[in-house]
């Protein structure tokens, strides 16, 4: 059984910085592809950055292209987004998700990992 906990969430103000961390037990990363969703208040969770199990391929969502950077380490089993340029619209509970299958590609469906975070709450203020 994997147990995914995320941690780093926090208050910034727009244009800071913050630093999020997933540590996983009970498995290691190594043998996963691993995402980081998020959801906003009255809105669908939806995907923000993943990485494939080998740790070759990462993609991201439009909106936090050229402003996040996930990375995986697999020596400490966790997994971290950079957040940098935050944006108020970036105010969200974030989580993060293992997908089970070791594909070469991210999948980027909320339907497609199976274990998931508790969630850890972002919030970007004007």
């Known amino acids: 059984q994997v147990q995914l906990v995320e941690s780093g969430g926090g208050l910034v103000q727009a244009g800071g910085s913050l630093r999020l961390s997933c540590a996983a037990s009970g498995g290691a990363f190594s043998r996963y592809g691993m995402g980081w969703f998020r959801q906003a208040p009255g809105k669908e969770r939806e995907f923000v950055a993943g990485i494939t199990w080998s740790g070759g391929r990462t993609i991201y969502a439009d909106s936090v292209k050229g402003r996040f950077t996930i990375s995986g380490a697999d020596d400490v089993n966790t997994v971290s987004l950079q957040m940098d340029s935050l944006k108020p619209e970036d105010t969200a509970v974030y989580y993060c998700?293992?997908?089970?299958?070791?594909?070469?590609?991210?999948?980027?469906?909320?339907?497609?990992?199976?274990?998931w975070g508790q969630g850890t709450q972002v919030t970007v203020s004007s």
């Open positions: 998700a293992a997908d089970l299958t070791r594909k070469s590609f991210v999948r980027i469906g909320v339907t497609d990992y199976y274990y």
